[in-house]
T-cell receptor
Framework: DAGVIQSPRHEVTEMGQEVTLRCKPI?????LFWYRQTMMRGLELLIY????????DSGMPEDRFSAKMPNASFSTLKIQPSEPRDSAVYFC???????????FGPGTRLTVT | GNSVTQMEGPVTLSEEAFLTINCTYT??????LFWYVQYPGEGLQLLLK?????DKGSNKGFEATYRKETTSFHLEKGSVQVSDSAVYFC????????????FGTGTRLQVFP
């Protein structure tokens, strides 16, 4: 298996623009997680899905952030409008309910200028 | 609420030195405990885990023992290598009703030849 795939790997955008981050989980995994990593706040869970349904979105910072999972093999995290404080590395991870391990993608480094 | 506290880094060691990275937790019930490792430019990978008190997780020469009496899960390695340089995250899963992980802030390890 190719592992969790994220795109793009790097994104540079201007403040106010819409940003869409994409994730393809490992086939057969029924949980998908979106995390944000910054030096100041460390690793934060933003939202997670089970069988394509959002279970806990309490970590989503504000209404500018939204996440969808239209099917078992694809999820997006959208920021609209983006702000410089959104600059971070965004990770997607997936897991199978019966297992403990979460498998992380390589991350998307977002820079908002 | 549940939380994980790790020693602050960076931890700087010479090759073949003994490593300890402290981790303590606060949790209700009986959490599972994990150590994840993040190499530069990559996502997190599971290093080892323990699911009940007195369990010892081990992998790649690293070990950690689940100590319920001291609510700790310290990571140890007898002889570190330059290739062990990375950021190490302690994490807990709250119980069987959730797949959500709570991560510590991470500890950077730098090993010099």
């Amino acid at each position: 298996d190719a592992g969790v795939i994220q795109s793009p790997r790097h994104e540079v955008t201007e403040m106010g623009q819409e940003v869409t981050l994409r994730c393809k989980p490992i086939s057969g995994h029924d949980y998908l997680f979106w995390y944000r990593q910054t030096m100041m706040r460390g690793l934060e869970l933003l939202i997670y899905f089970n069988n394509n349904v959002p279970i806990d979105d309490s970590g989503m910072p504000e209404d500018r952030f939204s996440a969808k999972m239209p099917n078992a093999s694809f999820s997006t995290l959208k920021i609209q409008p983006s702000e410089p404080r959104d600059s971070a590395v965004y990770f997607c991870a997936s897991s199978y309910h019966e297992a403990d391990e979460q498998y992380f993608g390589p991350g998307t480094r977002l820079t908002v200028t | 609420g549940n939380s994980v506290t790790q020693m602050e880094g960076p931890v700087t060691l010479s090759e073949e030195a003994f490593l300890t990275i402290n981790c303590t937790y606060t949790a209700t019930g009986y959490p599972s405990l994990f150590w994840y490792v993040q190499y530069p430019g990559e996502g997190l990978q599971l290093l080892l885990k323990a699911t009940k008190a007195d369990d010892k997780g081990s992998n790649k020469g690293f070990e950690a023992t689940y100590r319920k009496e001291t609510t700790s899960f310290h990571l140890e390695k007898g002889s570190v290598q330059v290739s062990d340089s990375a950021v190490y995250f302690c994490a807990l899963r709250e119980g069987y009703n959730t797949d959500k992980l709570i991560f510590g802030t991470g500890t950077r390890l730098q090993v010099f030849p």
